[in-house]
């Protein structure tokens, strides 16, 4: 008897587990969710066992079902990184690397063209998310990250000072004479890094009321186009903002930057990349000791 599930449904269990809904299963397949629905009961009725929760509009995994997608996400990680180094190792060498959008957009991208001049051959991937990485079930080679540089598993390569302090227009500057009236103005907030606002005013003494009329953005890169158009006052990363800063777009009206320290911005890769002498590993590699302003710290 052959012990290998059927491999369609073991296809959709390891997305709708992923997703933890049918309907966006459904679109990421590219099928219909009855067709998923159909697939996840052919793998419970061959493996006798309930994978799912299904209450009212949600679907859950139960405790077998969470461990079994554990194993079997484990695997096709493993699947998908060896057919891809198959099918790419002529010709065509592909780097999958994800950044968080503010990051990719005013500091990643300018940096891929050193890489894409050195090595035209290497097609490098880019995808923008602010979710931490996983290697073991997604299709990554390398990530931007936003950490203390301490993730078991992985190697970290620093590339960015993460200096913060609140940046207007010289408009809005002008009417701030003391720190404490950044509590009568529109602060712009980011759900990427929320923490901010409160972190600085704690640095320079002082509790954080939030004003209702606060406004909160996506990304830090939305924030940051809104304080140039005069909404409010943006908590700045100073490496990001460099463009603003120099030609008087923006500017820190009390010019107290607080430095995060560890906290901060790091190229992570998993061991075995590191470690990879495939020829796309080591140009990828040397380019990022190339960007980085510290050691690999692996670990």
């Known amino acids: 008897m052959d012990s290998l599930p059927p491999l369609n449904a073991l296809r959709a269990f390891e997305v709708v587990g992923r997703l933890c809904s049918v309907s966006a299963a459904a679109q990421e397949l590219c099928v219909t969710p009855a067709a998923v629905s159909r697939q996840i009961h052919l793998l419970e009725d061959y493996l006798r066992t309930a994978l799912f929760y299904r209450r009212h509009r949600r679907i859950t995994l139960t405790a077998a079902g969470r461990d079994y997608h554990q194993e079997i996400t484990r695997h096709l990680a493993g699947i998908r990184r060896v057919t891809r180094t198959l099918r790419h ?25 050193s890489l894409h001049a050195a090595h035209p051959e290497l097609e490098v991937r880019l995808h923008t998310s602010a979710f931490p990485p996983d290697f073991d079930s997604e299709d990554l080679d390398a990530a931007v990250v936003l950490n203390e540089g301490r993730a078991p598993g992985l190697v970290h390569y620093q590339i960015l000072e993460n200096e913060i302090s609140p940046v207007c227009t010289p408009t809005v500057a002008a009417r701030l004479e003391r720190i404490e009236q950044l509590l009568d103005e529109t602060l712009l907030h980011t759900h990427a890094r929320p923490d901010d606002w409160t972190m600085w005013f704690e640095h320079v003494g002082l509790p954080l009321a939030g004003a209702s009329r606060d406004m909160r953005f996506e990304s830090s890169a939305l924030a940051y186009e ?69 050691e690999a710290i692996p670990c």
């Open 226 to 294: 809104a304080a140039v158009s005069g909404y409010g006052i943006a908590m700045g990363q100073k490496s990001l903002i460099q463009q603003e800063l120099a030609d008087g777009r923006l500017v820190a009206p009390f010019d107290r930057w607080m430095n995060l320290g560890a906290f901060t911005y790091y190229i992570v890769m998993p061991r075995r990349n590191y470690e990879s002498q495939a020829p796309e590993a080591i140009a990828m590699r040397k380019w990022i000791e190339s960007i980085s302003i510290g």
């Open 89 to 113: 190792a002529a010709a065509s060498r592909v780097f999958n690397l994800r950044a968080p959008h503010t990051i990719a957009m005013r500091w990643l991208l300018p940096q891929l063209a």
